[in-house]
């Protein structure tokens, strides 16, 4: 049997304060196993719904008996039990039975989510925010009178932000995106985009210029944080990754499967880049064991990191905790009875991708 101490969930968001019904609990599975950040929520089939998935099927094994249900309950009888309990009152059963010690949570979602603090005291856990770079430049440009006041504004923003947050986050890597290119912009891009985006603010125009987009990747480098990377293919990073090698900012990929083999290949290719676990895990359910041990196949096992991703519903962080102890016992603890790994060893390493690496990345504890 291999051990799994309590778990930091080195990427999520809040929960929702308020009570659920069927229809906003479904939507949220929806947004946690849609596409990327922003894009449209996936959709079940006619006569279905979100339940009638891995993720689904999982909340349905994990989260009822910490309500006082069995497993696999109707989902019906369970969303009454939770709203009997209340949100807030679930939400506590649930994140501090979910064995997670630290959240690192992404503030970036626009919602009635928790912040940090709050989602620290439900959970009886630390707590420390990821700044989400887009957003954090939309207040920039909406207190900013010209382009080169906002450009200013930026640049400290950033860095002011960086004295208190463990990382930032971007999803400028979604499709390869502006995050693919290896070099900064020069400044005249720089200006020129910075000027087109303050004139589309007035009619709520979002951050979308791959120039602009960049110059802020390139900022966040400098201060020497982490920097989290929602990506569709982490392939396309590569040449990204190659060109912030040396400059004392670790990436870290929050990859989507079915590409968690080429994250797992870019974090041996970089001394400073890491992949993401938990949401893959979450989404394969059942599945999980076999696309763990795919991962553990090319990733240093010092590179990977545990996260939950879970926004919306404390049930994720639930799911993603014990689908990731499930399936890292399972793999390890069969390499341990096949004679191909030693107990000692299989601990060890267990112990790096749940809490140790995490705690190196972020400097949690004076690791860094």
């Known amino acids: 049997m291999i051990d799994t101490p309590n778990l930091v969930d080195q990427h999520c968001h809040g929960v929702l304060r308020t009570e659920l019904g069927l229809g906003t609990f479904e939507a949220q599975l929806g947004a946690h196993l849609g596409g990327h950040p922003g894009g449209p929520a996936a959709r079940p089939a006619p006569g279905t719904t979100f339940f009638d998935t891995q993720t689904g099927f999982a909340v349905r094994r994990w989260c009822p008996p910490l309500l006082g ?35 690192l949570v992404d503030t970036g979602l626009p919602g009635d989510l928790t912040r940090p603090a709050e ?14 770079l887009e957003p954090l430049a939309a207040r920039v440009a909406d207190t900013s009178g010209t382009v080169e006041a906002f450009l200013a504004e930026l640049a400290e923003a950033v860095h002011g932000a960086a004295a208190d ?16 290119l290896p070099v ?81 290949h870019l974090t041996g290719l970089h001394p400073h880049v890491y992949a993401d676990l938990g949401p893959v895990l ?16 090319r990733a240093p096992f010092g590179k990977l990191l545990f ?9 994720l962080h639930v799911v993603a905790a014990g689908t990731f102890r499930s399936a890292l016992t399972r793999v390890l603890g069969e390499w341990v009875m096949d004679g191909a790994w030693s107990r000692t060893d299989a601990q060890r390493v267990a112990a790096m991708i749940a809490t140790d690496n995490a705690k190196r990345v972020y ?3 004076g690791s860094r």
């Open 282 to 297: 979450a989404h394969t359910g059942a599945r999980a064991a076999a696309v763990l041990a795919e991962v553990l196949e």
């Open 165 to 180: 947050a463990v990382a930032f986050s971007s999803t400028s890597g979604v499709r390869g995106g502006p995050a693919a």
């Open 184 to 264: 900064p912009p020069g400044p005249g891009e720089v200006r020129g985009a910075a000027g087109r985006w303050l004139a589309s603010r007035a009619a709520g125009g979002r951050l979308t210029d791959p120039v602009l987009l960049r110059h802020l990747l390139w900022i966040a480098v400098t201060t020497g944080r982490p920097l989290q990377l929602h990506t569709e293919d982490p392939a396309a990073l590569d040449g990204f990754a190659a060109a912030t090698a040396g400059l004392g900012a670790d990436l870290v990929l929050l990859h989507r499967y079915p590409h968690h083999r080429a994250a797992a």
């Open 363 to 365: 400097g949690l504890g």
């Open 69 to 103: 249900l069995e497993p696999h309950c109707p989902p019906a009888r369970y969303l009454a039990r939770r709203r009997e309990l209340g949100a807030a009152e679930a939400g506590r059963r649930l994140l501090r039975a979910s064995g997670i010690s630290t959240y």
């Open 119 to 132: 989602l620290g005291a439900a959970g009886a856990a630390e707590a420390h925010e990821i700044v989400r």
């Open 307 to 315: 996260s939950s991703g879970a926004q919306g519903l404390p049930e």
